[in-house]
């Protein structure tokens, strides 16, 4: 079964410095996708970045960036440059396709706080 | 705009009582997701539907049901049988290609009077 795993429940940072979200994933599948989401106490989930798993190049959205370990199941965010908005809860969530259906897995989530 | 609408954004349902989530979308998009989101346990899948008149159990269905008689609308029943329904409760939709990022509605938070 497939699995993602976030171990930091909370983590903080101080505006304009830099933190990193950890994520780790179980698949058996060859082709699967990675996702960063982020939800704000107003509780809309909000997509940060999209990583393809055959693309060995990691993707980046502006402030945000992953660093994706395939050998090691690793998909972490980096967010740069922190702002008072970034505040929020993250998920990573992975998703593949097993016997035709599309089912995507989400972690638990990393409340991440800006200090100002 | 495109997006997904949830209704009610609050819930309260009484002892014995079933209850309906209201989830439309104007994205075209064929997929469609029911998620439970409890504190400390991110979100769990509850129901989700890859084309109209289809829709498969996820991790958690039992006590809720589900139909897809329209490629636009999903709605959730949460039956007397969901012993503890107080919730928060998402819908997504995709479009049923690999790897497509979901997009979500506002939430409806469900309690018990």
């Known amino acids: 079964a497939q699995t993602v795993t976030q171990s930091q429940p909370e983590m903080s940072v101080q505006e304009a410095e830099t933190v990193t979200l950890s994520c780790t994933y179980d698949?058996?599948?060859?082709?699967?996708?990675l996702f960063w989401y982020k939800q704000p106490p107003s509780r809309q989930m909000i997509l940060v970045i999209r990583?393809?798993?055959?693309?060995?190049q990691n993707a980046t959205e502006n402030r945000f960036s992953v660093n994706f370990q395939k050998a090691a199941k690793s998909f972490s965010l980096k967010i740069s440059d922190s702002q008072l908005g970034d505040a929020a809860m993250y998920f990573c969530?992975?998703?593949?396709?097993?016997?035709?259906?599309?089912?995507?897995?989400f972690g638990t989530g990393t409340r991440l706080k800006v200090l100002a | 705009d495109g997006g997904i609408t949830q209704s009610p954004k609050y819930l309260f349902r009484k002892e014995g009582q079933n209850v309906t989530l209201s989830c439309e979308q104007n994205?075209?998009?064929?997929?469609m997701y029911w998620y439970r989101q409890d504190p400390g346990q991110g979100l769990r899948l509850i129901y989700y539907?890859?084309?109209?008149?289809?829709?498969q159990k996820g991790d958690i269905a039992e006590g809720y049901s589900v139909s897809r008689e329209k490629k636009e609308s999903f709605p959730l029943t949460v039956t007397s049988a969901q012993k503890n329904p107080t919730a928060f409760y998402l819908c997504?939709?995709?479009?049923?290609?690999?790897?497509?990022?979901?997009?979500f509605g506002d939430g409806t938070r469900l309690s018990i009077l």
């Open positions: 997504a939709s995709s479009i049923r290609n690999r790897g497509q990022p979901q997009h």
């Open positions: 990583q393809e798993a055959y693309k060995q």
């Open positions: 994205l075209n998009h064929d997929a």
């Open positions: 539907s890859q084309i109209v008149n289809d829709f």
């Open positions: 698949t058996s599948e060859s082709d699967y996708y």
């Open positions: 969530a992975s998703f593949s396709t097993t016997s035709g259906t599309y089912k995507y897995i």
